[in-house]
C-alpha cells in the first residue's frame, strides 16, 4: 500500500510537470503558426516561462469574493476529479489489475460536471451561468456518444481492462485501421468534453469572456488550469490506448500519444468557433445516429461470425 501510495504521488508529480511545458509547448505552436516567436526570453529559450506565469498567479493578491466554503472548495474538487482519471494508467506498480478500468473511466468523466457547475452557481455572476448552460448541455450531449464508443471496444474485447485492449490489438489489428471513424468520432467527443477550440463556446471573447471560471483568479484559477490541462494529457493517452495497439511505454506509443496531443493544440490555430446550434445539430442528429447503426453493424457482424464458427 505505502509503495501504490508513492508512486501515485511520483505520477502526479510528473503529469503537473508535464502541465507546465505542455503550456509552453501549445503556445510555441501556435506562435510559429502565425508567424511569431512565442515565449523565448526567460532563462534558456522561453523555457522556465511557464514556472513564471504559476509563480505570477499564486503572488496575485486574493479578494474574498464569497463567504461560502463552496466557492473555495470547488476548484479543488475538479482538480481532485482530475487526479483520479489517472489512477487507471499503468505506472509501474500501479492499477494494471484493476478489474473494470474502463467503466471507472465512465464513471469519473461523468462527475467533471459537477465541480463546475457549483463553481457558475456560486460565483453568483450572470456570465458565469451562461457559460455553465452551454457547457452542461454540451458535455451531457457528448458524453453518450464517447459512452457508446467505448462500450463498443468494450465488446469488441470482451473485457473491460485497457491491457486486454492492448493484447487483443497486438494479436489481430489495430482499431485505427479498421474503426477509422471511430477514431475521428472519440476524438471530436474529446476536444468538446475538454472545451477545447472549436468547440469552447463557454469562453466565447465576445459575451462570455472567460467563461464558467471568470470569477476565479490567484490560487484557485491554478486548480482549475491544471484540471483542463491534465484531462488534456489523459485524453490523449486514451485514445492512444483505444485505436493504437502499441506497449504503453514504448517508443511508438510516446510518438503516437504525442501526436494526438499535437493535434488537439494545433487545431486551435486553425478552425474558428462552431455556433452553438450547429454543435448540438451535429451531436444529435448526425454523429449520434452514425455511432448507433454502426453499433448495430458491429454487434450483427459478432453474431454472424460466432454463428459460422459455431
Known sequence: MMMLILNYILLMIMVML?????????????SYM???????????????QPFSDMLKLIFKEMFY??????????????????????????????????????VFLLFVMSLNV???????W?????YSMMGLMRLVSQMISFEVLMFLIIFMFMMIIEDFKFMYM????????????????????????LLIDLNRVPFDLIEGESELVSGFNLEYY????IFIFLSEYMNLLF??????IFFFGFYYWSIMFNFIYLMNLFLMVMIRGVLARIRYDSLMYMCWMELLVLMLFYLIYFYLMKELIMLINY
Open 18 to 30: 508535464s502541465v507546465a511545458f505542455l503550456t509552453l509547448f501549445e503556445r510555441k505552436i501556435l
Open 34 to 48: 502565425q508567424c511569431r516567436k512565442g515565449p523565448n526570453k526567460l532563462l534558456f529559450k522561453g523555457l522556465f
Open 166 to 189: 492492448y493484447i487483443y490489438q497486438l494479436n489481430n489489428f489495430f482499431f485505427f485501421i479498421y474503426f477509422f471513424p471511430l477514431y475521428f468520432m472519440l476524438f471530436i467527443s
Open 218 to 221: 490567484s490560487g484557485l484559477f
Open 65 to 102: 469574493l464569497s463567504l461560502n466554503k463552496m466557492f473555495y472548495l470547488s476548484p479543488m474538487f475538479m482538480f481532485y476529479i482530475s487526479c483520479l482519471l489517472w489512477l487507471v494508467y499503468p505506472w509501474i506498480y500501479m492499477n494494471i489489475n484493476m478489474m473494470y478500468m474502463m
Open 235 to 240: 485524453m490523449s493517452i486514451i485514445l492512444t
Open 122 to 126: 456560486i460565483s453568483m455572476n450572470n
Open 114 to 120: 459537477y465541480p463546475i457547475l457549483i463553481i457558475s
